[in-house]
């Protein structure tokens, strides 16, 4: 069973940043297109960020230039790099593949507040 696990969440103030990592448990997973997604209270999940198997990268318009997606595949580690942080950036925040998805995991919270 594929398991990720989401660090790096907390309170940080608006203009501030994060650095959010996961670690993803199996092999091979990182051969798969990866993507950081997040929830925001009674809002849908949203993919914010994706990256192929070869590295290339595509953002959500709203974090575009913000936000900078990386991997790892020798490690099997995921990272979102945020900065520039505002309140619309609060949420919990999880990785997992595009396609398929598999289960998700705890996810990290991330709250913007002044």
């Known amino acids: 069973q594929v398991q990720f696990v989401e660090s790096g969440g907390g309170l940080v103030q608006p203009g501030g940043s994060l650095r959010l990592s996961c670690a993803a448990s199996g092999s091979g997973l990182m051969s798969y297109d990866m993507g950081w997604y997040r929830q925001a209270p009674g809002k849908q999940r949203e993919l914010v960020a994706q990256?192929?198997?070869?590295?290339?990268?595509l953002y959500l318009a709203s974090v575009q230039d913000r936000f900078a997606i990386s991997r790892d595949n020798a490690q099997n580690t995921l990272d979102l790099q945020m900065g520039s942080l505002t309140p619309e950036d609060t949420a919990v925040y999880y990785c997992?593949?595009?396609?398929?998805?598999?289960?998700w995991g705890q996810g990290t919270q991330v709250t913007v507040s002044s």
């Open positions: 990256i192929t198997s070869r590295g290339d990268t």
């Open positions: 997992n593949r595009i396609a398929p998805q598999t289960a």
